[in-house]
């Protein structure tokens, strides 16, 4: 008889939503995360009294209602709406592309005056590659001006794309970019979703509700005591890299990671917005974070007179940094196929999670797939 029912190896969204389900059903689970505190990529450190997203913005959204209840349930969510606003040369423009956006490149204001700008600039474009004997988009930037035309994609999404992927639009695949969020209102909602919010205090708060009562070890890394952990489990939840796991066997998974740079302002208010990207590529970051519009709204902003950003810097993922979102090209996604036969085969191991399937979620689809799950 072994000493827990599931040994979970990580603490993010999956491996804390599991421990809570599996508690549920009576199970007695143990916790270990390499890192010296819970919460995965979802954790906060409070910083002058800001809860600062330590790991990237995270704002959670979602339009399934079991899953909002949800969350809910462990830790109350508050009224955030993401609205960012992308800096190109020192003009804003708002996102998702919508009326506003269109107004403020073109200085259109109706839907139909938009409308022809965008068909315009998307048949010279089709025009111009059926000129040249191209039948379908070879790229990026081929896929993207079709779709948007030439304004929007050297302004908005260019720069942006060749930060945030290290390669240029035209050696990045088309498929990157199937479509893209086209809106003829003036709406600066980022997100379609019926839900979302931050929650009330904080991730922490979240990741706490979902754990509490289960026993957790943070500061364990799996891999240095492997067949201690193996053994003290009748199953294994494994949220980490699936090519770890199997020791590298068909060679390393590719990813981009991100390099954070914060700073504290002694001021009360630095952007004004949550969210805001820096879209030419001359600007070495990709987006300034500013933490405390995620739970500050009116005078709480005002009251609190200090503030904390964070800078993103996009890059090439090597050993020793934290590897953020899966390289879904064809060789890495072959590559992955391999390791995910191996993982089929697996009967005590459950491999849940961005890293473990190779496969870059949203919190929420997270939390409904182990909604979903049999225990």
């Not at 904390?308 to 992955?336: A, C, H, Q, R």
Request: one cysteine or more.
């Amino acid at each position: 008889m072994k000493e827990y029912d599931y040994l979970i190896v990580g603490s993010g969204l999956f491996g804390a939503t599991f421990a809570y389900k599996a508690k549920q059903a009576g199970k007695k689970c143990l916790v270990i995360d390499k890192r010296q505190h819970k919460g995965g990529n979802v954790y906060c450190e409070n910083i002058e009294g800001i809860n600062v997203h330590k790991y990237g913005a995270h704002i959670f959204h979602t339009s399934n209602k079991e899953v909002w209840n949800f969350v809910n349930s462990i830790v109350e969510f508050n009224r955030y709406t993401n609205s960012p606003v992308a800096n190109y040369k020192g003009k804003l423009y708002n996102l998702p592309f919508n009326m506003n956006t269109f107004y403020q490149m073109w200085g259109v204001i109706t839907p139909h005056q938009a409308k022809e700008k965008i068909e315009g600039q998307k048949a010279a474009a089709v025009e111009a590659m059926k000129k040249a004997g191209i039948t379908e988009p070879r790229n990026l930037e081929e896929q993207a001006i079709s779709l948007i035309g030439t304004d929007i994609y050297e302004a908005l999404i260019k720069g942006y794309t060749e930060k945030q992927w290290g390669r240029k639009c035209t050696e990045l695949p088309a498929f990157i970019i199937k479509r893209l969020p086209v809106r003829f209102v003036y709406d600066n909602n980022y997100f379609n979703d019926k839900y979302q919010g931050i929650p009330v205090g904080g991730y922490n708060k979240l990741i706490d509700g979902l754990l509490d009562g289960i026993d957790v070890k943070t500061g364990v890394d799996f891999f240095e005591n492997r067949s201690h952990w193996e053994n003290i489990a009748d199953k294994i939840v494994f949220t980490g890299k699936i090519d770890e796991f199997f020791d590298y066997r068909f060679g390393k998974l590719e990813y981009r990671t991100v390099r954070f740079e914060e700073e504290i302002h002694n001021c009360s208010n630095f952007q004004g917005n949550a969210v805001v990207n820096y879209t030419e590529k001359e600007v070495p970051y990709t987006r300034i974070i500013e933490h405390k519009h995620f739970e500050m709204f009116g005078t709480e902003v005002d009251n609190c007179q200090k503030t904390v950003i964070s800078k993103e810097y996009s890059t090439e993922w090597k050993d020793g940094m934290e590897p953020y979102y899966p390289v879904n090209d064809e060789k890495n996604n072959t590559l992955y196929a391999k390791y995910k036969e191996l993982a089929d085969k697996e009967e005590r191991v459950i491999f849940g999670g961005r890293l473990a399937e190779y496969k870059y979620y949203d919190m929420a689809p997270i939390i409904e797939k182990v909604l979903n799950l049999i225990f």
